[in-house]
């Protein structure tokens, strides 16, 4: 498929697998699409936050409504008719209840898994999704 516009979220495991499927197009590395920050526990394991005395609280992270203010920011800038966006659990859960004007479950609660595929199409004001739903 040819695409009008390409964007991938700045890490560099969405921007190879933007690579893979759109050959040489260029792609836009776009800040608003990378995955939520988890501040203090940003890097470790379940097991290794659980190990931490001061781990109960995580005031740095980046909540839910920094998300979402994000990726509607980006969702009012794209343009085209055929996008293709490479991005993360959490930003195309965010991305699904935008779009979807859907109640935006916890973080976490149906995250879709790695490598799922999810597309929208706009039609006279509707959106209707398609794709693989493979939630955690």
Excluded at 118 to 129: E, K, R, Y
């Amino acid at each position: 498929m040819v695409f009008d516009a390409v964007y991938s979220s700045p890490l560099q495991r969405a921007y190879e697998t933007a690579n893979i499927i759109c050959g040489n197009a260029p792609i836009a590395r776009d800040f608003r699409l990378r995955e939520i920050h988890h501040g203090a526990w940003q890097g470790k394991t379940k097991h290794e936050i659980a190990l931490d005395p001061g781990s109960h609280s995580n005031g740095d992270a980046e909540s839910i409504e920094q998300v979402r203010a994000r990726v509607a920011d980006f969702l009012r800038t794209v343009d085209g008719k055929r996008i293709l966006c490479v991005t993360h659990g959490v930003v195309i859960q965010t991305l699904r209840s935008i779009l979807l004007n859907i109640p935006h479950p916890k973080p976490y609660d149906a995250v879709p898994a790695n490598g799922s595929v999810h597309a929208f199409a706009f039609h006279d004001n509707q959106v209707t999704a398609y794709g693989h739903e493979n939630p955690r």
